[in-house]
Every structure is written in structure tokens, then in C-alpha cells.
């Protein structure tokens, strides 16, 4: 069974500090991503990535960068947190390159991230 | 306007009743059509995955897509209490999980 595992379930941080939400997958998939669901809007792609030390943006990409040094680990970074960064953090990741029924995307428990 | 129209609910149904979630959408490129299911404090989890038009049915679920109309419903027969969770829809107009669109999500609440 693919495994997602975010390393915290909650985070309370102050407005412009630097924040690491890591996250690490147990099944050699190729694409990670990054979302945050905010009540109302669903979820929305931050930042992804295909490959190690490669990444793209996503919808949403202001405030964050990504680190993908090893193919198992994708971590998403906040330079200097702020209020409206307060939000649900998704990470996933996917076999391949198509998103299909036998290769759908495989969620973390997220991190629920509050800036104050 | 987004691209990807859900209600968010909350929807409160008896134990037993027949259950309709629906979304619509913009994009006439979008083929592939899930319905995600996410339990409270979890990641959501793939629940129903449809390829272009029609319908499909797993057990107590029945996914239809109308692209003609770019509506798509989960229909759930029976429900459950443990069926109490919030549904995504969320489409894709080719390869690529990148490329997934969610919809807002609708929670669903099943009293026993």
C-alpha cells in the first residue's frame, strides 16, 4: 500500500519566520506535489515535481518553494510565513505520468499550518 | 468563474437515503472524472474514476458523467454513518496528476 507521511499534523508559527513541511513517499513515484485546501476553494496546486532538483509551478505558487533532493522526499518552504498562508497542506505523489484508475494520486494526512 | 462548480453542503441525509453529489465545469478538454473521498484529519482517497461520458458503478456508488451538459454525479444508494466525509469531484483533460482540478468539495453528514 503507497504511503504519503507528512512529518507534522499541526504547525504553529509566527508571521516571517521560514517554515519546512516535509513530506516523504514509500513507493518510487516519479511526481510529488504540493496542494493547500482552504474551505470553499478545494484544493489548489502550490508547487510539483517530476523528478529530483526538478520542479514547476503550480496555480498558486507565491510565498513557497520547493526542495526535491531525493526521489522519496518533497519538502515545501514558506520564506517568511504570513496570516494568509494559514491553511490545510496537502502533499502527493503519482506513478508515471498519467493519472489513471489503477495510478490515482496518493494523499498525506496533511498539515494543518497556522500563522499568527 | 471557476473551472470546477461543487456545493460545499453541508448535506445531512438519514441513514439509508439515496445520496446525489454533483459538480459542473467549463473546461470541454476536461476526459478523466474522479470522485475523492476524504474522511475528517485524512488526505482524500480516490473513490470513483470515470474516462470520458457514461456511467459507472462500484458496489453503492455510481459515478455518471454528462459531458454534453459538463455535469458529473456520485450517486450513493443506502448510505452509511461511515459514509459521513467530504466528496471532491475533480477532473483532468489529460495525462498528469498536475493537472487534476478539484472542486471545492461537499461535506456530507449521514445520521444514523
Same mark, same amino acid.
Given at each position: 500500500?503507497? !504511503?504519503?507521511?507528512?512529518?507534522?499534523? %499541526?504547525? =504553529?508559527? &509566527?508571521?516571517?519566520?521560514?517554515? #519546512?513541511?516535509?513530506?516523504?513517499?514509500?513507493?518510487?513515484?516519479?511526481?510529488?506535489?504540493?496542494?493547500?485546501?482552504?474551505?470553499?476553494?478545494?484544493?489548489?496546486?502550490?508547487?510539483?515535481?517530476?523528478?529530483?532538483?526538478?520542479?514547476? !509551478?503550480?496555480?498558486?505558487?507565491?510565498? %513557497?518553494? =520547493?526542495? &526535491?533532493?531525493?526521489?522519496?522526499? #518533497?519538502?515545501?518552504?514558506?520564506?517568511?510565513?504570513?496570516?494568509?498562508?494559514?491553511?490545510?497542506?496537502?502533499?502527493?505523489?503519482?506513478?508515471?505520468?498519467?493519472?489513471?484508475?489503477?495510478?490515482?494520486?496518493?494523499?498525506?494526512?496533511?498539515?494543518?499550518?497556522?500563522?499568527? | 468563474?471557476?473551472?470546477?462548480?461543487?456545493?460545499?453542503?453541508?448535506?445531512?441525509?438519514?441513514?439509508?437515503?439515496?445520496?446525489?453529489?454533483?459538480?459542473?465545469?467549463?473546461?470541454?478538454?476536461?476526459?478523466?472524472?474522479?470522485?475523492?473521498?476524504?474522511?475528517?484529519?485524512?488526505?482524500?482517497?480516490?473513490?470513483?474514476?470515470?474516462?470520458?461520458?457514461?456511467?459507472?458503478?462500484?458496489?453503492?456508488?455510481?459515478?455518471?458523467?454528462?459531458?454534453?451538459?459538463?455535469?458529473?454525479?456520485?450517486?450513493?444508494?443506502?448510505?452509511?454513518?461511515?459514509?459521513?466525509?467530504?466528496?471532491?469531484?475533480?477532473?483532468?483533460?489529460?495525462?498528469?496528476?498536475?493537472?487534476?482540478?478539484?472542486?471545492?468539495?461537499?461535506?456530507?453528514?449521514?445520521?444514523?
Amino acid at each position: 500500500d503507497v !504511503k504519503v507521511t507528512q512529518s507534522s499534523r %499541526y504547525l =504553529v508559527k &509566527r508571521t516571517g519566520e521560514k517554515v #519546512f513541511l516535509e513530506c516523504v513517499q514509500d513507493m518510487d513515484h516519479e511526481n510529488m506535489f504540493w496542494y493547500r485546501q482552504d474551505p470553499g476553494l478545494g484544493l489548489r496546486l502550490i508547487y510539483f515535481s517530476y523528478d529530483v532538483k526538478m520542479k514547476e !509551478k503550480g496555480d498558486i505558487p507565491e510565498g %513557497y518553494s =520547493v526542495s &526535491r533532493e531525493k526521489k522519496e522526499r #518533497f519538502s515545501l518552504i514558506l520564506e517568511s510565513a504570513s496570516t494568509n498562508q494559514t491553511s490545510m497542506y496537502l502533499c502527493a505523489s503519482i506513478r508515471g505520468a498519467v493519472s489513471s484508475y489503477n495510478s490515482p494520486l496518493h494523499f498525506g494526512n496533511g498539515t494543518r499550518l497556522t500563522v499568527t | 468563474q471557476k473551472e470546477v462548480e461543487q456545493d460545499p453542503g453541508p448535506l445531512s441525509v438519514p441513514e439509508g437515503a439515496i445520496v446525489s453529489l454533483n459538480c459542473t465545469y467549463s473546461n470541454s478538454a476536461f476526459q478523466y472524472f474522479m470522485w475523492y473521498r476524504q474522511y475528517s484529519r485524512k488526505g482524500p482517497e480516490l473513490l470513483m474514476y470515470t474516462y470520458s461520458s457514461g456511467n459507472k458503478e462500484d458496489g453503492r456508488f455510481t459515478a455518471q458523467v454528462d459531458k454534453s451538459s459538463k455535469y458529473i454525479s456520485l450517486f450513493i444508494r443506502d448510505s452509511q454513518p461511515s459514509d459521513s466525509a467530504t466528496y471532491l469531484c475533480a477532473m483532468s483533460a489529460g495525462t498528469g496528476g498536475f493537472k487534476t482540478i478539484f472542486g471545492a468539495g461537499t461535506r456530507l453528514f449521514v445520521k444514523a
